[in-house]
């Protein structure tokens, strides 16, 4: 199993989970968060913002899926002139175990 953390736009953050639903993979943690890329922020006019909105999609699936998960978050998050500064980024690390803690079910 694998974990996707998927950084990206607020405004993309509905394109993406619609996408993964209609993919199949509709259970998705969502969590506000801000940060930076090597642009290291926003400058506008005389305003610098250092840290800039995103929105974190956290997913477990299985191995055979990873590629194609990957691929669904790149279409659906990347802006629509082929991809700008600031579409985010996906983490991908390997899971051990999960757990559901209703359940008690180990996968």
């Keep these: 199993m694998y974990m ?3 950084i990206v736009r607020p405004e993309k953050s509905p394109a993406v989970l619609k996408a993964l639903f209609d993919a199949g993979f509709p ?30 999609l956290m997913l477990v699936i299985q191995e055979k899926d990873k590629d194609f998960v990957v691929e669904t978050i790149m279409n659906s998050a990347r802006s629509e002139d082929g991809g ?22 180990k996968e």
Aim: net charge positive; no cysteine; hydrophobic share 35%.
């Design 27 to 56: 259970a998705v943690t969502k969590l506000p968060v801000f940060g930076r890329g090597k642009q290291r922020g926003l400058k506008v006019g005389t305003v610098t913002y250092d840290e800039l909105p995103k929105e974190m």
């Design 84 to 105: 700008q500064f600031g579409d985010g980024k996906i983490f991908v690390t390997p899971v051990e175990e999960s757990y559901t803690i209703s359940s008690g079910y």
């Design 4 to 6: 996707l953390r998927a």
